[in-house]
């Protein structure tokens, strides 16, 4: 069994920053592609950014230059989302991925989501 686990989700004002972390644990012979993903009430779960276990990242268009995505190097397993210039609309759940190779076969594993509501 495989477990992701995001933390530092909160309450921030416009314009200010959060920073978000994603742990994996668990039955992992290795782990690929990880990110984040977003969810505002009564609408659909978005990309966010990614990242692949060789560093390449992508981003949502309304994220670029706010948002930067980061990966520990040295067993892979956490995943970071550093949020600057935060906006209302950002206010969302947002939810680690894990594409984790395991001897069976590769699954996609989500944590359970961190609210962040960005308001004054």
């Known amino acids: 069994q495989v477990h992701v686990v995001e933390s530092g989700g909160g309450l921030v004002q416009p314009g200010g920053s959060l920073r978000l972390s994603c742990a994996a644990s668990?039955?992992?012979?290795?782990?690929?592609?990880m990110g984040w993903y977003r969810q505002a009430p009564g609408k659909q779960r978005d990309l966010v950014a990614t990242i692949s276990r060789g560093g390449t990242t992508s981003y949502a268009d309304s994220v670029k230059a706010r948002f930067v995505i980061s990966r520990d190097n040295i067993d892979y397993t956490s995943v970071y989302l550093e949020m600057n210039s935060l906006r209302p609309e950002d206010t969302a759940v947002y939810y680690c991925?894990?594409?984790?190779?395991?001897?069976?076969?590769?699954?996609?594993?989500w944590g359970q989501g961190t609210q962040v509501t960005v308001s004054s």
């Open positions: 991925y894990a594409k984790v190779e395991q001897v069976r076969g590769i699954v996609d594993v």
């Open positions: 668990g039955a992992i012979l290795r782990l690929w592609t």
